[in-house]
């Protein structure tokens, strides 16, 4: 089992999401400490893209911020080597194929094992194109986390099938961000995942406080949260550390 799957066995997973260099690195550094002292389970790290399809205004915005700000791939790979130096929580890169693919796959993929992280989400990735980057990910034991939507219907078993580290349930049809309610069927998609897979599956999409993220917890094994942390780290600035971890223990404690 991976470190990302370890995770799961004593405890429903809190998954914290940030956008590297927004507003610079130092600030994504210490905002990531923070959320790994006030009970984060895993970190997923946004590399940004000037074209994020799958990101709603609050993450576009903070892209936009990241990469006017001179943010590079090499940058956050150097931003990890430090994080490492005082952590060794599980860390995931979430970014789009095409980052990927024009850095090089293999030397990507080959950095992030270094560097140690763990695992990799590619939301632009359909599942029947996935061999690519799936084979390159298996040989060095990083994590290719699978997203199931509910668009995915006929799919979600054969996805399931092939998860690994956890399986990302979008629980909203649309891009990120924050949603006052969330109205598919989640217990039905969890159902058939579960029938499916022993790979731990965990909600996000449209979380953005205590209350939504205890819900999706008891129907699935962890929550999933972005928009509501960017946001923060919008209002706040280089100042938005502390807010960010007292955020992060909020939902934790709600779990």
């Not at 892209?63 to 860390?91: H, M, Q, W």
Request: aromatic share 8%; net charge negative.
């Amino acid at each position: 089992m991976s470190r990302i799957g370890e995770v799961f066995k004593n405890t429903k997973a809190f998954i914290p999401f940030i956008t590297c260099g927004d507003p610079d690195l130092a600030t994504t550094k210490k905002c990531v400490l923070e959320m790994a002292e006030n009970g984060a389970d895993i970190i997923e790290l946004g590399i940004p893209f000037s074209d994020p399809t799958a990101e709603g205004p609050v993450i576009q915005e903070a892209n936009l911020r990241a990469l006017s700000g001179g943010v590079t791939t090499d940058k956050i790979f150097d931003l990890v080597r430090d994080i490492r130096k005082e952590t060794d929580i599980p860390l995931v890169f979430m970014t789009y194929a095409n980052v990927v693919f024009s850095y090089g796959t293999e030397k990507f993929l080959s950095i992030c094992k270094d560097i140690g992280v763990d695992g990799l989400i590619l939301p632009d990735l359909p599942f029947e194109e996935k061999e690519e980057f799936y084979i390159p990910c298996k040989k060095l034991n990083i994590d290719l986390i699978s997203l199931i939507a509910p668009t995915s219907e006929g799919r979600i078993a054969d996805i399931a099938r092939e998860a690994e580290g956890f399986l990302y349930i979008v629980s909203s049809l649309g891009v990120t961000g924050m949603r006052s309610n969330i109205s598919t069927d989640l217990d039905a998609m969890v159902k058939l995942v579960r029938k499916n897979t022993d790979i731990p599956c965990a909600i996000g999409f449209g979380i953005s406080n205590p209350q939504q993220a205890s819900k999706m917890a008891q129907i699935s094994d962890g929550a999933i949260i972005g928009s509501a942390i960017v946001k923060i780290i919008a209002e706040h600035g280089t100042a938005s550390p502390k807010y960010v971890g007292e955020f992060v223990k909020s939902i934790k404690e709600a779990l």
